[in-house]
């Protein structure tokens, strides 16, 4: 399993990675596509929509079910990845370098709180 030490996760399955001008970008891991099989829609969140930390702001689809997409930490987004939605294959392809969304934090030092590749690594079971 690619859990690349570089980054933070969550428990609901999202990497995080902190940029140097302190936005995250945020998408899902490779766990997470594997689970869901071949991805056939993505629906981003707005630019500017304000989230909470673990609100439901995205949603994946395959062909074996609907996922929700959950903010790693609260703040707003400013960005997101603007091909998905024409092709969601590309998460599938490379969950790492296909980013759903970008966030300012309203807390930066909240993804501190987040997991660590060894910590996601045992949760998923793949230690």
């Known amino acids: 399993m690619n859990v690349p030490q570089a980054l933070k996760y969550t428990a609901s399955h999202e990497w995080v990675k902190s940029e140097p001008d302190g936005t995250l970008t945020v998408g899902i891991t490779d766990h997470a596509q594997q689970a869901l099989g071949d991805l056939v829609y993505i629906e981003l969140p707005d630019v500017g929509r304000v989230v909470a930390a673990a609100e439901a702001c995205a949603v994946v689809e395959s062909v074996k079910a609907a996922s929700d997409i959950y903010a790693p930490v609260g703040g707003?987004?400013?960005?997101?990845?603007?091909?998905?939605?024409?092709?969601?294959?590309?998460?599938?392809?490379?969950?790492?370098?296909?980013?759903?969304?970008?966030?300012?934090?309203?807390?930066?030092?909240?993804?501190?709180?987040?997991?660590?590749?060894?910590?996601?690594?045992?949760?998923?079971?793949?230690?």
């Open 76 to 127: 707003e987004v400013t960005a997101v990845n603007a091909d998905l939605p024409s092709t969601p294959e590309l998460v599938n392809q490379d969950a790492y370098a296909s980013w759903l969304f970008k966030l300012k934090p309203a807390d930066p030092g909240a993804v501190g709180k987040l997991l660590d590749a060894a910590a996601y690594t045992a949760a998923i079971g793949d230690a």
